[in-house]
């Protein structure tokens, strides 16, 4: 499974953006998605997740600006991301865990920049 993602890049604080990442190879339906990442030296964190069944759940600092969706027909969840602030600056990476014939596949991509200038 490959995972692409897109929609980073620059924008004033204030400001919005989607990030999307398409899977695509040898795609079941997954356990979860996911969007984490990584500030400039700091650990990566996670921002964002849904489930199989539509839950989601956000990191504290982005509830309320950030929603997670997925759209299982075309294997892709986004992240739309509003209000954006200095400290959302960060590499953006997505994440995908499925299942197949008892094994779990955890899959990640290659990571979108986004740079939010105040």
């Known amino acids: 499974v490959q995972l692409q993602a897109s929609g980073g890049g620059l924008v004033q604080a204030g400001g919005s953006l989607r990030l999307s990442c398409a899977a695509s190879?040898?795609?079941?339906?997954?356990?979860?998605m996911a969007w984490y990442r990584q500030a400039p030296g700091k650990q990566r964190e996670l921002v964002a997740v849904i489930s199989s069944g539509g839950s989601t759940n956000y990191a504290d600092s982005v509830k309320g600006r950030f929603t997670i969706s997925g759209d299982n027909a075309k294997n892709t969840v986004y992240l739309q991301m509003n209000s954006l602030k200095s400290e959302d600056t960060a590499v953006y990476y997505c994440?995908?865990?499925?299942?197949?014939?008892?094994?779990?596949?955890?899959?990640w991509g290659q990571g979108t920049l986004v740079t939010v200038s105040s």
């Open positions: 190879g040898r795609v079941f339906s997954p356990i979860s």
């Open positions: 994440n995908r865990i499925q299942r197949v014939a008892g094994t779990t596949y955890d899959y």
